[in-house]
């Protein structure tokens, strides 16, 4: 079965570094990548979308890579801020009423 | 941007209590909606998927009785856990994905119900 691993240890950095998360998967070929953000107690919210064909993609201070070689998407902010801070999740997506498989996330600390 | 809602925001009641969530989606038409239940530190375990006018297609293990599913309109749906008891004590979460959006499509997330179970 399609199997999602992000890193369950928290990510701790300084304001204004970049943070840098890894999604990794196994025994799927996902047509989409897709990365939320999800306070405590709160629903996840939408922050970026990448096709299979595409390698990278830009959203203002978010960066997401996608190698479908590797089976890995890296999710990077830059100028990190304390606001950032919350868990991400990766989702696997795909086509043809294919659902969405959700990763259990990574916890981001950005210190001041 | 697309808004789904949902409530109540937390809910605690008795053992043995039918408890209704809803999920609105505000400003798009949503012909699915899904139906997340939510462990600490764990990932989104999807329950069933609820499609406008049929009925909801539900995960392996998840139990229909249970866990009831009505999407009676293109911006609402609802889960009704029935006779709850302390074990359905968990964080619940819909969403929607916007009718006619071509290919992946991302999910718009109510903000979740806290379901307590005395």
């Known amino acids: 079965s399609q199997k999602i691993e992000q890193n369950s240890e928290a990510l701790n950095i300084q304001e204004g570094k970049t943070a840098t998360l890894t999604c990794n998967y196994t025994?799927?070929?996902?047509?989409?990548l897709q990365w939320y953000r999800q306070d405590p107690g709160r629903g996840p919210v939408f922050l970026l979308l990448?096709?299979?064909?595409?390698k990278e993609k830009r959203k203002e201070r978010l960066k997401v890579t996608f190698d479908t070689t590797l089976k890995q998407s890296l999710f990077h902010i830059t100028a990190s801020q304390p606001a950032d801070s919350a868990t991400y999740l990766c989702?696997?997506?795909?086509?043809?009423?294919?659902?969405?498989?959700f990763g259990a996330g990574t916890r981001l600390f950005v210190k001041a | 941007g697309a808004v789904v809602s949902q409530h109540p925001s937390r809910v605690i009641c008795k053992s043995g209590t039918s408890v209704k969530i809803e999920c609105r989606s505000l400003?798009?038409?949503?012909?699915?909606m899904f139906w997340y239940r939510q462990f600490p530190k764990q990932s989104l375990m999807l329950m069933a998927t609820?499609?406008?006018?049929?009925?909801?297609?539900?995960e392996q293990g998840v139990e229909k009785d249970k866990f009831l599913i009505n999407h009676a309109s293109l911006t609402l749906s609802t889960l009704t856990v029935t006779s709850a008891h302390p074990e359905d004590s968990s964080f619940y979460i819909c969403?929607?994905?916007?009718?006619?959006?071509?290919?992946?499509?991302?999910?718009?997330f109510g903000d979740g119900t806290r379901l307590s179970i005395l």
């Open positions: 609820s499609n406008e006018g049929s009925k909801a297609t539900y």
């Open positions: 025994n799927y070929s996902p047509a989409y």
């Open positions: 400003d798009f038409q949503a012909t699915t």
């Open positions: 969403s929607a994905s916007e009718a006619g959006f071509p290919g992946g499509q991302p999910q718009h």
């Open positions: 990448i096709r299979e064909n595409e």
């Open positions: 989702a696997l997506d795909g086509t043809g009423g294919f659902k969405t498989i």
